[in-house]
Structure formats: C-alpha cells, structure tokens
C-alpha cells in the first residue's frame, strides 16, 4: 500500500531560494513529498490551521516577525508539527537556540544538498511522533498515577527516591527534592532495619517481595503500610531501579486488633464464668459436706457425754492406791477431750453463717493468726520467722474462715515437730497454668536438728487434723484459693495460692 506524500510548508520570504527547496523536494519524488509556500509568517500560520501540514521548514527573519518569537509563533500554532529551522550564518545562534526550545534540527542556507535536506525532513517527522508517543505515555501514565488509590515510588538500587505518585504525596507530604532523598527516612525507626535488609535482599536478587511497616504522617499520626517491589533491570541483568506498589492497610490492622482484644474478652468473660461455675459446685460440696458433719456431731455428742459423767463418777470410786486404774482413767479423760475437740470443729464447720467479703490485707490476717497461736509456739519450743512482701495486693474474702484454716495449718505444725523453726511468707508469683499473678503463703515447718518429730503427737492428732485439712481446702477454694502441702529431709511445707 502506497503511503501518502508528506505535506511540507516552505516559509521563506527569498522566493528563488523557496523556489530551489521546492525543486530539490519535488523533482524524482512527487509522490513522496507535496511543498507548500508561504513567504510571511501570517500566511504561514494560515496554512497550519488547516491541519494539513506534516512538517514545517522555517526561516526565522520574515517580514512580519524576525528571530525566535518566529519559531515560537509556529510552534504555539501547530505544537505537534515538527518544525526544521533555515538559518544564515548571521543568525545560527538563534537556530540553535529554537532547538533548544523545542524545534527538532536546523540547517544553513546553502550548506545542504537534497539528500541531506530529505534526511533532515525524515528524521524531523520520526523525532516528533516518538516525542508526542512519550508524551502521550506520559499524560496516560500521569492520569493513571493521579487516580489510583495505590501509592507508587520509584527508588534506586540505593533507596534514593526517584518518583512518588500524587497518592504517596498526600499521605507522607511531597519531598521537596526527590532523587537524593532516603526512602526508609519515612519509616519508623523501630521497622527501618529491618525493611533495609529486605530491599537489600530484592536489590541482590533481583526478587520483589510484600512487606509491611510503619511510618508516620507529618501531623504525627502513625499509619501502616504494606508494599509490593518489584525490580526493573539494566541490560546486563543488575537491578537498577524499584518500583513499589503501597497502600495504607492502617483500617485493617485496626480492625484486626480489635478482633484480637474482642478475643482476649471473650476468653476472659469464658474463664470468669467457669471459675464462678466452680466455685459454685464446690459451694454445694462444702454445704453437703457441712450437713453430714453437723448430723454425725449430734449423734456423736450425746453418746460421749454420757462417756465422760461414766469417767468422772469412776474418777470419784477408785481409791487413789489403785494406780493402774487411775492412769487408765486419765487417758479415757484425754480421748475424750480429744473427740469432744473434733465434735466442736464439726459443729464450728456446720454452723451456717452468711460470708462477709471484703477486702483484707494478708499480712494482718497472718499476724492475727500466729497471735492466736503463740502460746503453742513458746510451749512447743518453736521459733517463729516471718517474711511478708510490702506490694502484696489486698485480697476479697471473708477474714474468719480464712484465719480458722491459717490457725489450723500453723497448729498441726507446731504439735507435729517437737521444737524446731516456723518460717511464714508471702510473695508474689506468675501463675504457670493461668498466667495471673498469684499470691502465695509458704508455712514451712523445719525441726531442730537431731530432734525427731514426736509422732505419738502426730498420731493422736491424725484423724481430726487430715478433717481440718480437708476442710481448710474446702474453704480456700471458696475464694479462689487453694493448699499444697509437700515434705522432704524432715523439713514440711504448706503453700496456700490466692489468685489476686
């Protein structure tokens, strides 16, 4: 298929030299070239307006307008249509200038012949579609960066800024001199190490990646982003440039964030709820195990004290002389305290009484504890220690019960030792299966060395001390407490644990 002749205005004032151009354009090329003359600029203008004309030769001194305003009315005219200026040798310097200015060559009167001239016209024409291609791409690439919610950055392989999108300029603020400016000085210091080493790591490799940091606004507002490299290459394969692809992902790690707290409630709520389901059955444990002690106290009471008027009226018919018979009753009179002391704790333990919580200091329910029991401590040839936290936090408990299960530990040690050391503290923990911070008693029981445990003691006391023990369980966990007891090389340990 034949391509149409390119139209050409001819603007020169000298019509023989118009003339000779016409000639070397047209003669043994008709079909490739069409000339049009114009000897003023005005008339010159004219011809562009009809938007015919391929390209222009122009010559810069006319009648109507002289030097670069010459090029300049043209090129506001007709801006797409490329322009070849004719110059003297007098005025080569302006014909150099209109180049600069956007004219794509220039040629000396009467130092060309026809073949250069067409090159001249050819290259002119070529010239000028690839500009207006780029500036076409430009325009589209422009529109496309001002419109997209996106943020796109250009860097080097160094991280120095090339280009950032309209977009990226509304969120960080634009940069008053892009290229030198260090990309990774927008990221909070406490992300920027590590975002370095993972540029570096797209730099080597040539591998673009997603990442995610923060960075904060010029008002001081904190945003997170999350990016997208990819890297453009030069001819021998290195990295050149990056192209990052942004967007502010703050609205999501919110809500992500909010989800996780929603979480952490919801868990929260679930283990509150089960330990008030707990502490609820252990409630109804306790109250039938209060019911059944309260029935065998009373059917028990009245049997013993029959038992011991039958002892006090034996007392009052043995003559003193029978000695045999006079131990014997002794120790009847001592079982029977003994039992009578456990009626008293099952009736105690039975006796229904409304709790009264408040908040109590742990170190002032000890102190009132082992009070009650130093006149145990000095008969029992025991030294006391005592070790309390000063931040101990204060605890919501009913302070009766609490102090009863205290003196109740703190007596069987005592009597269980024969002499020796009690050492009491309190100190804070983490606890390991729940993760709060607890509270903990340490009652540790440590005998006098070469003294043994006076186990006869310990047997008269075993069967109403393994009930206290298991009621004084009972009643801590009631208040969220609980009682571990532990022995090793004569030395015995209770640890009582209050979540706070």
Same mark, same amino acid.
């Given at each position: @298929?034949?391509?149409?002749?390119?139209?050409?205005?001819?603007?020169?004032?000298?019509?023989?030299?118009?003339?000779?151009?016409?000639?070397? +354009?047209?003669?043994?090329?008709?079909?490739?070239?069409?000339?049009?003359?114009?000897?003023?600029?005005?008339?010159?203008?004219?011809?562009?307006?009809?938007?015919?004309?391929?390209?222009?030769?122009?010559?810069?001194?006319?009648?109507?307008?002289?030097?670069? %305003?010459?090029? %300049?009315?043209?090129?506001?005219?007709?801006?797409? *249509?490329?322009?070849?200026?004719?110059?003297?040798?007098?005025?080569?310097?302006?014909?150099?200038?209109?180049?600069?200015?956007?004219?794509?060559?220039?040629?000396?009167?009467?130092?060309?012949?026809?073949?250069?001239?067409?090159?001249?016209?050819?290259? $002119?024409?070529?010239?000028?579609?690839?500009?207006?291609?780029?500036?076409?791409?430009?325009?589209?690439?422009?529109?496309?960066?001002?419109?997209?919610?996106?943020?796109?950055?250009?860097?080097?392989?160094?991280?120095?800024?090339?280009?950032?999108?309209?977009?990226?300029?509304?969120?960080?603020?634009?940069?008053?001199?892009?290229?030198?400016?260090?990309?990774?000085?927008?990221?909070?210091?406490?992300?920027?190490?590590? &975002?370095?080493?993972?540029?570096?790591?797209?730099?080597?490799?040539?591998?673009?990646?997603?990442?995610?940091?923060?960075?904060?606004?010029?008002?001081?507002?904190?945003?997170? &982003?999350?990016?997208?490299?990819?890297?453009?290459?030069?001819?021998?394969?290195?990295?050149?440039?990056?192209?990052?692809?942004?967007?502010?992902?703050?609205?999501?790690?919110?809500?992500?964030?909010?989800?996780?707290?929603?979480?952490?409630? $919801?868990?929260?709520?679930? %283990?509150?709820?089960?330990?008030?389901?707990?502490?609820?059955?252990?409630?109804?444990? +306790?109250?039938?195990?209060?019911?059944?002690?309260?029935?065998?106290?009373?059917?028990?009471?009245?049997?013993?004290?029959?038992? *011991?008027?039958?002892?006090?009226?034996?007392?009052?018919?043995?003559?003193?002389?029978?000695?045999?018979?006079? &131990?014997?009753?002794?120790?009847?009179?001592?079982?029977?305290?003994?039992?009578?002391?456990?009626?008293?704790?099952?009736?105690?333990?039975?006796?229904?009484?409304?709790?009264?919580?408040?908040?109590?200091?742990?170190?002032? +329910?000890?102190?009132?504890?082992?009070?009650?029991?130093?006149?145990?401590?000095?008969?029992?040839?025991?030294?006391?220690?005592?070790?309390?936290?000063?931040?101990?936090?204060?605890?919501?408990?009913?302070?009766?019960? &609490?102090?009863?299960?205290?003196?109740?530990?703190?007596?069987?040690?005592?009597?269980? @030792?024969?002499?020796? *050391?009690?050492?009491?503290?309190?100190?804070?923990?983490?606890?390991?299966?729940?993760?709060?911070?607890?509270?903990?008693?340490?009652?540790?029981?440590?005998?006098?060395?070469?003294?043994?445990?006076?186990?006869? @003691?310990?047997?008269? @006391?075993?069967?109403?001390?393994?009930?206290? +023990?298991?009621?004084?369980?009972?009643?801590?966990?009631?208040?969220?407490?609980?009682?571990?007891?532990?022995?090793?090389?004569?030395?015995?340990?209770?640890?009582?644990?209050?979540?706070?």
């Amino acid at each position: @298929m034949t391509e149409p002749p390119t139209n050409i205005l001819v603007v020169e004032d000298e019509s023989g030299f118009a003339s000779v151009l016409k000639m070397l +354009l047209t003669d043994g090329c008709r079909d490739r070239f069409s000339v049009t003359l114009a000897e003023t600029l005005s008339e010159a203008l004219d011809h562009l307006r009809t938007g015919t004309i391929d390209v222009v030769l122009l010559d810069l001194s006319l009648p109507d307008k002289t030097g670069l %305003e010459t090029y %300049e009315a043209v090129a506001q005219a007709a801006p797409f *249509v490329p322009v070849v200026v004719l110059s003297g040798l007098s005025d080569e310097a302006i014909a150099v200038q209109a180049v600069r200015e956007g004219a794509q060559d220039y040629l000396v009167k009467g130092q060309f012949e026809h073949r250069l001239l067409e090159r001249a016209i050819r290259y $002119a024409v070529e010239r000028k579609r690839i500009e207006r291609k780029l500036r076409e791409g430009e325009e589209f690439f422009r529109l496309i960066s001002e419109n997209v919610t996106d943020m796109i950055a250009v860097v080097d392989a160094d991280g120095r800024r090339i280009y950032n999108s309209p977009s990226y300029c509304k969120l960080l603020g634009e940069p008053s001199n892009l290229s030198p400016v260090d990309s990774f000085e927008d990221i909070l210091p406490e992300d920027r190490d590590n &975002i370095r080493n993972v540029f570096r790591d797209v730099v080597s490799t040539g591998r673009g990646c997603r990442a995610e940091y923060r960075v904060r606004r010029s008002d001081g507002e904190l945003r997170h &982003i999350e990016s997208q490299s990819n890297v453009i290459t030069d001819s021998s394969g290195l990295t050149e440039r990056v192209v990052l692809v942004s967007r502010d992902v703050s609205a999501r790690v919110r809500t992500e964030n909010e989800l996780r707290q929603a979480l952490a409630d $919801a868990r929260r709520a679930h %283990e509150q709820l089960h330990s008030a389901q707990q502490r609820i059955v252990q409630a109804e444990r +306790l109250e039938a195990v209060s019911t059944f002690a309260a029935t065998v106290a009373h059917e028990v009471k009245n049997p013993l004290q029959t038992i *011991v008027l039958g002892i006090d009226y034996l007392g009052d018919s043995i003559a003193s002389q029978d000695e045999n018979g006079v &131990i014997i009753l002794k120790r009847m009179a001592e079982a029977v305290e003994r039992a009578d002391a456990f009626i008293r704790g099952l009736l105690e333990f039975s006796t229904h009484r409304k709790r009264e919580l408040q908040e109590h200091d742990m170190g002032e +329910l000890l102190t009132a504890s082992l009070a009650a029991v130093e006149p145990e401590l000095c008969s029992g040839n025991v030294k006391l220690v005592r070790e309390f936290c000063d931040d101990a936090p204060l605890l919501r408990l009913d302070a009766r019960p &609490i102090k009863h299960v205290l003196v109740t530990l703190l007596t069987h040690e005592i009597h269980c @030792m024969g002499g020796g *050391v009690i050492a009491v503290r309190t100190f804070l923990r983490d606890g390991i299966e729940s993760g709060k911070r607890m509270l903990m008693v340490d009652i540790e029981s440590r005998p006098n060395p070469g003294a043994a445990h006076d186990t006869a @003691m310990a047997r008269k @006391m075993d069967a109403q001390t393994k009930f206290r +023990l298991m009621v004084s369980k009972k009643v801590l966990e009631l208040y969220g407490g609980r009682v571990d007891y532990a022995a090793q090389d004569r030395v015995s340990r209770y640890t009582i644990s209050f979540n706070t």
